[in-house]
């Protein structure tokens, strides 16, 4: 292979966007499964919410709300202290991941 190709693929390979992780594996990387359920059906206490089959759109903008402070009743404090973990596009792979659970 001619070394202009390689150092151009390099070069196309350093700029693409970087691959998030799918929604799956970040429910289990970010800690939902803790307090959510490893189904995201079965949450630790009654309080909070199942999250399986949650539309897509309310689910993002709950975690938005929590992360930026916007929403800071009931269980949002628990929360709170994890969502500065979560960037907003993981946040938007979170919320289809759960939008697409039966």
Excluded at 26 to 33: F, G, N, Q, R, S
Excluded at 39 to 53: H, I, Q, S, V, W
Excluded at 62 to 81: E, F, P, T, V, Y
Aim: proline share 4%.
């Amino acid at each position: 292979m001619n070394a202009k190709l390689i150092l151009a693929a390099v070069a196309a390979a350093s700029f693409a966007a970087p691959v998030l992780a799918d929604g799956k594996a970040l429910y289990l990387e970010k800690t939902c499964i803790a307090c959510h359920g490893k189904d995201a059906k079965k949450p630790l206490t009654p309080e909070y919410p199942k999250l399986a089959g949650q539309n897509a759109k309310y689910a993002e903008r709950q975690m938005l709300d929590i992360k930026s402070g916007a929403r800071a009743n009931g269980n949002a404090a628990a929360m709170k202290g994890v969502m500065h973990l979560v960037s907003d596009e993981e946040i938007k792979e979170l919320a289809k991941y759960l939008s697409e659970i039966k």
